[in-house]
Nanobody, 111 residues
Framework: VQLQASGGGLVQPGGSLRLSCAASGSAVSINAMGWYRQAPGKQRELVAAISSDASTIYADSVKGRFTISRDNAKNMVFLQMNSLKPEDTAVYYC??????WGQGTQVTVSS
């Protein structure tokens, strides 16, 4: 299984970014897929997840601002991030089933 995350960058507070995760080797439709993040000096934390039945969960800190979705035909998972805050700054990782990880993409929220 390979996961390729992309879409990170530098954005001002209040801005938006859309992260993408392209999967190969297994289908996103039958796996629990998650976005995680790790800020400097902190542990990796779950940001959002989508299960095989398309139910979603979010960390309290991102509820109402972030949306996880997937495109089964393209075998991709997305994280739409709106109203970004400086505390959202971290490396964001895509995960499959809690067992496979992508390389991470840096998100920096700063003015």
């Amino acid at each position: 299984v390979q996961l390729q995350a992309s879409g990170g960058g530098l954005v001002q507070p209040g801005g938006s970014l859309r992260l993408s995760c392209a999967a190969s080797g297994s289908a996103v439709s039958i796996n629990a897929m998650g976005w995680y993040r790790q800020a400097p000096g902190k542990q990796r934390e779950l940001v959002a997840a989508i299960s095989s039945d398309a139910s979603t969960i979010y960390a309290d800190s991102v509820k109402g601002r972030f949306t996880i979705s997937r495109d089964n035909a393209k075998n991709m998972v997305f994280l739409q991030m709106n109203s970004l805050k400086p505390e959202d700054t971290a490396v964001y990782y895509c995960g499959m089933g809690g067992a496979y990880w992508g390389q991470g993409t840096q998100v920096t929220v700063s003015s």
